[in-house]
């Protein structure tokens, strides 16, 4: 009885099918980045080039205005706004999170007793939803019996407006929340890469005579450049798409004090209507987040190439 011979695969064939899987592995990936990524990006960036309103009737007409929307963003004096709220509050966000982010990095990574249960905890910030941690601080904050009160007194400003009510008062409060929210990301990742910085020339530099801070400047710093401006840049990126503990702490108020780009695009969409300014707006958020990270990839190259030479 004759025996069904399976045919051997070639070496070519074989080679074929290798080269074949790593395209068939990412092409997951490939369709979830184009169906929840890229085309959402073109399809707003086609509405911002039309008239659409939100609430529009199936089927109406949709009217192509080119680049209207954008020319009037210019004398749009809410858009100006939102962008230098926008702007100053990434600032400070890259600052404050990123600079505690360190501090507390350098501090956690020194040996002491109970050094793991101060970095499990000092997680913990990170790890609460942002729900929950906009009704503790709206609690903390509040005029009538929050605790920040007892700060009061010293306070250089008038505090009796309400924290998250008055200005500059809201501006500030949003900055420290946001803070304190997103810094032990920060921290941790500093401190991974302080585990990689030279204990030779550590100690190379304690026995030379440097103090605390030379050894950060000569040794540290120069260790973790890269991780410290990687990190500016993704904070700097969080800050511009960052919504839902400003909208739930002010709102963007008082009198749009705290309304950032992404703030103004869900009022102009879904107060006002206005898809396609809307669109506008977010598309303008996108074109100034990917400037900010060209110029960092093509200055981190050119750092790169300056430091191999």
Do not use: C
């Not at 695969?9 to 990936?29: C, D, G, H, M, V």
């Not at 507390?104 to 729900?131: C, S, Y």
């Not at 108020?253 to 300014?277: H, I, M, Q, W």
Request: no cysteine; charged share 15%; glycine share 6%.
């Amino acid at each position: 009885m004759n025996k069904l011979v399976t045919p051997r695969r070639t070496p070519r064939q074989e080679t074929k099918n290798r080269n074949f899987l790593p395209y068939a592995l990412i092409l997951p990936i490939l369709l979830f980045s184009f169906g929840l990524v890229l085309y959402p990006i073109v399809q707003d960036v086609y509405i911002s080039l039309t008239d659409k309103k939100l609430g529009d009737e199936m089927g109406a007409k949709v009217n192509f205005v080119g680049l209207q929307n954008y020319s009037g963003l210019i004398h749009n004096d809410n858009f100006r706004n939102s962008l230098r709220v926008t702007l100053i509050y990434a600032v400070l966000f890259v600052i404050l999170s990123v600079g505690a982010g360190l501090v507390t990095a350098l501090l956690v990574n020194k040996k002491f007793r109970g050094r793991g249960g101060i970095r499990a905890l000092m997680t913990a910030p990170w790890a609460f939803p942002d729900i929950a941690s906009v009704i503790v601080f709206i609690w903390i904050l509040n005029t009538a019996f929050g605790v920040v009160n007892i700060l009061n007194p010293i306070m250089p400003i008038d505090p009796s407006g309400g924290w998250l009510t008055s200005s500059p008062l809201a501006f500030i409060s949003i900055n420290l929340i946001s803070m304190w929210k997103t810094f032990p990301f920060y921290s941790i990742v500093f401190l991974a890469a302080l585990q990689g910085v030279p204990e030779d020339l550590l100690e190379a530099a304690y026995v030379d005579g440097a103090n605390a801070f030379q050894r950060f400047k000569t040794v540290t710093l120069p260790s973790i450049r890269s991780t410290l401006y990687l990190l500016s840049l993704l904070a700097f990126i969080f800050a511009f798409r960052q919504f839902s503990m400003i909208y739930l702490t002010t709102g963007g108020g008082p009198e749009r004090d705290t309304e950032t780009l992404v703030l103004s695009v869900y009022n102009t969409a879904f107060k006002y209507f206005d898809y396609a300014l809307s669109s506008a707006i977010g598309v303008t958020g996108l074109v100034i987040t990917m400037f900010v990270a060209v110029s960092y990839l093509i200055l981190s190259r050119r750092a790169e190439i300056k430091d191999r030479r």
